[in-house]
C-alpha cells in the first residue's frame, strides 16, 4: 500500500482523509498535528470560551477514531520542511518520514497587525484550542478586554469574554462591522445591538501601540486617543499557510495554487481548506472546504472525475443572538444591479437583495434568516425572478411546506458549524431510526452548533421521516415570545442581569404572571444567583416564604432533614403552636410537620420562635429527603439511609428548581420510603447503592429510571448532586423530572451526566457548588425584610384577597 502523510490534523485535513477511507483502502495514512489535541471543532471554540461547551463536546473525531482506521496519528509534531525529490518531511522533534503521497492541510495563520509592543503581556490570538485555554485562564468578571477586529471572529472572541464577566469594547478599522459580510445598514444593526447589549463598539479606528509597562493597560489609536485595556485580542483577519508549499517548491500566490481536481503543480502533492488558492480565490468557510476534500479524495485515489468548481460564498451564523446570513454581492456600486431593501428597527429585521438582469446576485439577512436556503437555491441556479418581483422579500412556498428541502442537494451543507450535509441527514433518517431534532443532533451533531440551521433540519425530518415528531417549540408566554432553551442561550450570552432587562428587550416591558416567574428562576440558575433579583417577579409564596391558603393565612413548614428530629424541636413545634394559635398541626407524607393557618404578620415571628430553616415547601425548590430507619433499628437494612438523606438534603437545600423536587433515601429493596416514586431516589443494595431519577407518585404515577449504580455513599450523592444541577440548567420551567427525563431520554441523561466525561461532570459539580455557596435560609429574612409591605397582612374582602 502506498504511503500517505497529510499534514494538518484539522477540520479539512481529516474531513479530507474521512472521504479518502470512502473509497477502497489504498493507503498507510500518517497524520502530523502541531497541537497537541485530536480534530476538533474550531468555529464552536467561541461556544467554549463562553463556557457554553465542553472541549470534549467540540471533538470531531476521538483517539479511537484514529485506531480503528490504523493511522499514525503524530501530535504536537510541527512540519518544518518538504524535500519533494526525495519524498520525505522532516518533523520539529528530528524525524524524516517518507510519503508517495503528501496531503498539506497546513490552514491558515492570524493576521497580526503593526501595532508597537503588540508581543507584550496580555496580548492575545483567538485561532485554536491552546489560545482558549489561554483566555480562560485570563478572564474574569470586570476586566476591561479589547478587541482589535471587527470581522466574524472578533465578534466572536467578543462575546465568549462578556460571557466570562470582561468589560468588552471591539475596535474595528473599518466603518462597517463584518465588513466582508455585510454592508453599512446590516453592519449598524449589528453595531446597535451589541452596544445594546453591553459592548461597545469603536469603528474607523488604527489602534497604532498597545502601552504598559511590562503588561497591556490601554491601546492606543491613531491621532493619540486611548482605552484602558487589561487584555487584548488581535481578530484581524487570516493569511493561508503557504510555507511548506513554497518549500515543496509549488506554485503559489497567496495561497498554495490547485486545479479542478485539487492538485497542485507536483503530482504526488495536494493541498486542501484554507491552505489553497482555486481560481485566484482562498476559502475560510467550512462549506467549500469539505467540497474540496470529497474531490481530491477522489483524486488520491484513482476515482478522478469529480470537479471542484468554486463555491458561491455564503455565511449563515448567529452572533451575538443575531441570525446573519450573507451570501455573494454585498455591496451597492455594481453595474447594472438593483437593490431591493426591508427594514424593520424594532424587530431587528433587515432584508437587502442585489439582482441583475432579473437574476439574484448577492443577499444579506439580518434578525430573519429563514429564507436563506431558497435565495441560495436562487444565487446556484441563475433563476430568472422577473415573474416573482412582488415576493421576493417574502416568498411564497404555494403551500408546498417541503420545496425548500427538496430543492436541496444531498452534497449541500446543511449545518455549516458541523459540516454535515443534506444526504448525512436523510442517511441518519433512513438507516438509524432517527425521527426527532433531538435524535438528529445525537446522531450527526447537525444544530448543536450556533443553532442557524434548527428550522431547516426540522423542515427535514418532516419531509423525510416517516414517524416524524415535532419538536414543541412552545414559547414561554406572549410577553417575551422565545422558547426557554432560545432564551437560556440569549440572557447566558448577553448577560442579562434582571428580569426587567431581558423584558425590555426581548419581551413587551411588562411581563405577566406567567413569565416573570419563569424568568426568575432562569437568571438564578444561570447566573448562581449573582443577579439582580426582582422580588417582585416572583410568585406571593416566594416573596413571604410561606404556602398561601385559601383563607389568606399561610401554611409553615419548618425543614426537618431525613425525616429526623428531637425532642426539643418538637416542644418548640409544640409552644409555637400554642403561642400563635395555629388551627391545625399535621404530620404531612413527606415526614414533616406542617402548621397550617398562620397570619402573614406572625410570620417573622414564628419562624423566630421555631428557630429552625425553611422547608421550602412553598416555592419550586428542594422539599424533602424521605428516609427509612435504615441500619440503625431496622433488621433489613444494608446501607445507612438516614445519615445518607439528611447529608444530601443538607448539600441541595435552599436551592431552586424548575419545579418542586422530592428526593428519598432507603436502605433496602424493600422501598420503605419510596424512592422509586421520586425526582431523585437512592435505594441500598448489599454493597452498593442505586440512584434512580424522574419518579412520580401523584397525578402522574412512574417508577424512577436507573440512574447509576454506585459502591459508596459518596458516589451516590455525587451522581444525585449531577444530575439535580443537569436537571436545573436543561428543564423548562414547570418541568417535573419526570417529565423532563422522558423528554429527553434517560439515555442522553446518562451519558451527559454520570457518563459524561470528567471535565464536564466537574463544570456540573462547579456549577452546583457555586449555587449552594449563594444560597441562603429564606426564613432570616425576618430580621431585614425585603419591602416594608412583605409581613403585612393580607385582609378579605368579599371573598377576594386583597
Not at 482 to 509: C, H, P, T
Not at 773 to 788: C, G, I, K, M
Amino acid at each position: 500500500m502506498e504511503k500517505l502523510v497529510v499534514v494538518g490534523n484539522g477540520m479539512a485535513g481529516i474531513a479530507c482523509v474521512e472521504q479518502i477511507l470512502r473509497h477502497a483502502p489504498k493507503f498507510n495514512i500518517t497524520i502530523f498535528g502541531d497541537e497537541t489535541h485530536v480534530n476538533y471543532n474550531r468555529i464552536l471554540l467561541s461556544s467554549v470560551l463562553a463556557g457554553e461547551k465542553s472541549i470534549e463536546e467540540i471533538t470531531l473525531n476521538g483517539l479511537n477514531w484514529y485506531q480503528q482506521h490504523d493511522i499514525a496519528l503524530r501530535l504536537g509534531v510541527r512540519i518544518t520542511d518538504v524535500d519533494a525529490g526525495a519524498k520525505t518531511v522532516t518533523g520539529d522533534d528530528g524525524s524524516v518520514t517518507g510519503f508517495d503521497k503528501l496531503l498539506l492541510a497546513t490552514g491558515s495563520l492570524p493576521v497580526i497587525p503593526s501595532i508597537q509592543d503588540v508581543m507584550k503581556d496580555g496580548v492575545f490570538v483567538f485561532r485554536n484550542l491552546d489560545d482558549t485555554r489561554s483566555l480562560l485562564e485570563r478572564a474574569r468578571p470586570g476586566l476591561k478586554a479589547v478587541v482589535i477586529g471587527g470581522g466574524l471572529l472578533g465578534l466572536e472572541a467578543a462575546r465568549g469574554l462578556q460571557v466570562q464577566g470582561c468589560d468588552v469594547t471591539v475596535v474595528h478599522l473599518m466603518e462597517t462591522l463584518m465588513e466582508r459580510q455585510l454592508d453599512v445598514t446590516g453592519g449598524s444593526y449589528l453595531a446597535n445591538k451589541m452596544n445594546e447589549l453591553g459592548i461597545t463598539v469603536l469603528l474607523g479606528l488604527s489602534t497604532t501601540a498597545i502601552l504598559g509597562k511590562g503588561k497591556v493597560e490601554r491601546v492606543q489609536f491613531k491621532g493619540g486617543g486611548t482605552i484602558p485595556a487589561d487584555l487584548v485580542v488581535i481578530a484581524a483577519g487570516i493569511r493561508p499557510n503557504i510555507e511548506l508549499g513554497q518549500k515543496a517548491g509549488l506554485d503559489t500566490k497567496r495561497g498554495i495554487v490547485v486545479n479542478d481536481y485539487m492538485e497542485t503543480s507536483n503530482p504526488d502533492v495536494f493541498a486542501v481548506g484554507e491552505c489553497v488558492q482555486h481560481n485566484g480565490i482562498c476559502y475560510g468557510l467550512v462549506a467549500p472546504l469539505l467540497e474540496q476534500g470529497k474531490v481530491l479524495a477522489a483524486t488520491i485515489t484513482g476515482n478522478k472525475g469529480p470537479k471542484y468548481e468554486g463555491t458561491v460564498l455564503a455565511s449563515k451564523l448567529k452572533i451575538m443572538g443575531v441570525d446573519v446570513f450573507s451570501a455573494g454581492e454585498i455591496g451597492d456600486k455594481v453595474d447594472g444591479s438593483e437593490v431591493i431593501r426591508y427594514e424593520d428597527p424594532s424587530l431587528g429585521i433587515y432584508k437587502k437583495l442585489t439582482l441583475k438582469a432579473s437574476k439574484l446576485t448577492g443577499v444579506i439577512l439580518v434578525g430573519d434568516t429563514s429564507d436563506s436556503h431558497r435565495y441560495m437555491e436562487w444565487l446556484r441556479s441563475g433563476t430568472d425572478l422577473a415573474s416573482m418581483r412582488r415576493q421576493l422579500l417574502f416568498p411564497d412556498t404555494g403551500g408546498d411546506a417541503g420545496m425548500d428541502v427538496a430543492k436541496i442537494s444531498d452534497n449541500e451543507t446543511v449545518c455549516g458549524c458541523m459540516g454535515v450535509t443534506k444526504g448525512v441527514i436523510v442517511h441518519a433518517i433512513h438507516e438509524r431510526g432517527v425521527n426527532t431534532l433531538a435524535q438528529l443532533k445525537e446522531c450527526t451533531k447537525a444544530s448543536t452548533g450556533c443553532g442557524s440551521c434548527t428550522e431547516l433540519c426540522q423542515q427535514l425530518l418532516k419531509a423525510v421521516a416517516p414517524e416524524f415528531e415535532e419538536e414543541s417549540r412552545k414559547v414561554l408566554c406572549k410577553c417575551v415570545p422565545f422558547a426557554e432553551d432560545n432564551l437560556r442561550e440569549i440572557v447566558r450570552s448577553q448577560r442579562l442581569k434582571s428580569v426587567q432587562e431581558v423584558l425590555d428587550i426581548y419581551g413587551n416591558g411588562q411581563g405577566c404572571e406567567v413569565c416573570k416567574p419563569a424568568l426568575s428562576y432562569m437568571l438564578d440558575m444561570l447566573w448562581c444567583g449573582d443577579h439582580d433579583e426582582d422580588r417582585s417577579a416572583r410568585f406571593i409564596n416566594d416573596r413571604v416564604h410561606a404556602n398561601i391558603q385559601k383563607d389568606g393565612t399561610f401554611s409553615v413548614i419548618p425543614r426537618i432533614r431525613g425525616g429526623v428530629t428531637s425532642a426539643a424541636e418538637l416542644r418548640r413545634i409544640a409552644d409555637v403552636a400554642e403561642k400563635y394559635r395555629v388551627p391545625l398541626v399535621k404530620i404531612t407524607g413527606s415526614q414533616r410537620i406542617d402548621l397550617l393557618g398562620v397570619k402573614k404578620s406572625d410570620l417573622p415571628k414564628v419562624w423566630a420562635d421555631l428557630g429552625m430553616t425553611s422547608g421550602q415547601a412553598y416555592t419550586k425548590g428542594v422539599r424533602m429527603v424521605k428516609t427509612c430507619v435504615g441500619t440503625d433499628f431496622c433488621r433489613f437494612g444494608t446501607q445507612d439511609s438516614t445519615s445518607a438523606g439528611i447529608e444530601l438534603e443538607r448539600r441541595l437545600e435552599n436551592l431552586f428548581t424548575p419545579h418542586k423536587l422530592k428526593m428519598a433515601v432507603v436502605g433496602c429493596p424493600r422501598n420503605c420510603a419510596e424512592a422509586t416514586v421520586k425526582d431523585i431516589g437512592l435505594v441500598g443494595q448489599e454493597g452498593s447503592w442505586q440512584v434512580v431519577v424522574g419518579g412520580a407518585a401523584g397525578k402522574k404515577v412512574r417508577k424512577a429510571d436507573l440512574l447509576i449504580t454506585v459502591e459508596t455513599t459518596e458516589q451516590a450523592l455525587d451522581a444525585s448532586g449531577i444530575f439535580f444541577q443537569y436537571y436545573r440548567e436543561n428543564a423548562n420551567y414547570l418541568e417535573r423530572t419526570y417529565d423532563f427525563v422522558e423528554r429527553i431520554g434517560i439515555e442522553k441523561v446518562r451519558k451527559e451526566t454520570v457518563y459524561a466525561a470528567e471535565p464536564q461532570k466537574q463544570a456540573l459539580r462547579g456549577r452546583l457548588h457555586k449555587s449552594k455557596a449563594r444560597s441562603r435560609d429564606a426564613w432570616l429574612e425576618r430580621n431585614e425584610p425585603r419591602t416594608a409591605t412583605q409581613f403585612v397582612q393580607i385582609e378579605m374582602m368579599d371573598g377576594v384577597l386583597v
